[in-house]
């Protein structure tokens, strides 16, 4: 049977490993359409092109938005390799996304669960689905070699 979460996973981290030439944290994210294909990729560009909002998601939300031609992604699902920050949270919900899958927590700074859960508080008007731990192992270790490197 076929893993669409896996599968996307898969392609995140590939995405995730492009940010290290430039030394950015390696997160990759993919931003899937309602059927499971591919709308668009981003990875971590902070370094990369000095903007600290340059957030795997944050790209990944906005290359998908500018090939749909719509700020709205309802059905959307995005897959990070990291648990979302406050902003990349702020980013999803704003977005309509339908669902957050990610592999590693983020207990230091994660807003899908871990430290925060904006994605899933009850005050805002749209609170996607979180589907956390997917290949969460191979996601915390390029995140462990990558800061055990530096």
Avoid at 41 to 51: H, K, L
Avoid at 101 to 126: I, P
């Amino acid at each position: 049977m076929r893993d669409p979460w896996r599968e996307a996973m898969r392609l995140a981290l590939g995405e995730a490993a492009k940010a290290v030439p430039a030394g950015d944290v390696p997160v990759g994210a993919v931003v899937l359409d309602p059927g499971g294909q591919v709308l668009a990729t981003g990875y971590n560009e902070r370094e990369a092109v000095g903007d600290p909002t340059a957030h795997a998601e944050v790209l990944a939300i906005r290359r998908a938005a500018a090939k749909l031609g719509e700020w709205r992604l309802p059905g959307c699902t995005l897959v990070v390799t990291l648990e979302p920050c406050v902003m990349c949270a702020g980013a999803l919900v704003q977005s309509r996304l339908a669902r957050v899958v990610y592999g590693a927590g983020d207990e230091k700074a994660g807003a899908a669960g871990s430290l925060w859960d904006l994605v899933r508080d009850r005050r805002l008007n749209h609170r996607p689905e979180v589907i956390r731990g997917v290949l969460e192992d191979e996601c915390s270790a390029l995140l462990t070699r990558f800061f055990r490197d530096r």
